[in-house]
T-cell receptor
């Protein structure tokens, strides 16, 4: 039973390009969460999704960032027109029901904007 | 929203000593209290959690205690080992939201 799969592990983008981060939740998990972690900092909540539905996007920047979790396929976090400040580790987690059942995290995608 | 604070931010102990990390939260509606461990270059991993109807839970060298009246819960690690060195996060939870993490405590265990 594979865990939460994130790809790519490392992503380098030039300023102004688009970054697409993918997350496949654990089998049987229908809730997905995205977090951003800057160096030496904690995990900042970005967005909480269920299949075809955004539950809470209160942590998402208003511009350039979007997320989806389609009926088929992985969840996608998209960052348009990346800037240097977007450089961070992005972690995805999944849970079978609500967060009270505990999260399983992926290994993260490290985005570097040059 | 939930205000979460962890103390201390860094903690250095000798191998074999005990370590205690405290997490305070603001929302009395919180009803689930997990602790996560993050090793360098990896994603966080759930190590222990407690529900609001329980005061203490233990799993080998790790324990969590909850004081709902005072709105804090603590992680206790006994007989620390070098492999316990990591960043630890608390994430008190209330229904209908995602987990909101504290800023983390960096634990260093020296042999």
């Amino acid at each position: 039973n594979a865990g939460v799969m994130q790809n790519p592990r490392h992503l380098v983008r030039r300023r102004g390009q688009e970054a697409r981060l993918r997350c496949s939740p654990m089998k049987g998990h229908s809730h997905v969460y995205w977090y951003r972690q800057l160096p030496e900092e904690g995990l900042k909540f970005m967005v909480y999704l269920q299949k075809e539905n955004i539950i809470d996007e209160s942590g998402m920047p208003k511009e350039r960032f979007s997320a989806e979790f389609p009926k088929e396929g992985p969840s996608i976090l998209r960052i348009q027109q990346v800037v240097r400040g977007d450089s961070a580790a992005y972690f995805c987690a999944s849970s079978p029901q609500e967060p009270i059942s505990g999260y399983t995290f992926g290994s993260g995608t490290r985005l570097t904007v040059v | 929203g939930e205000n979460v604070e962890q103390h201390p931010s860094t903690l250095s102990v000798q191998e074999g000593d005990s370590a205690v990390i405290k997490c305070t939260y603001s929302d009395s509606a919180s009803n689930y209290f997990p602790w996560y461990k993050q090793e360098l270059g990896k994603g966080p991993q759930l190590i222990i959690d407690i529900r609001s109807n329980v005061g203490e839970k233990k799993d080998q060298r790790i324990a969590v205690t909850l004081n709902k009246t005072a709105k804090h819960f603590s992680l206790h690690i006994t007989e620390t080992q070098p492999e316990d060195s990591a960043v630890y996060f608390c994430a008190p939870y209330q229904a209908g939201t995602a987990l909101i993490f504290g800023k983390g405590t960096t634990l260093s265990v020296s042999s």
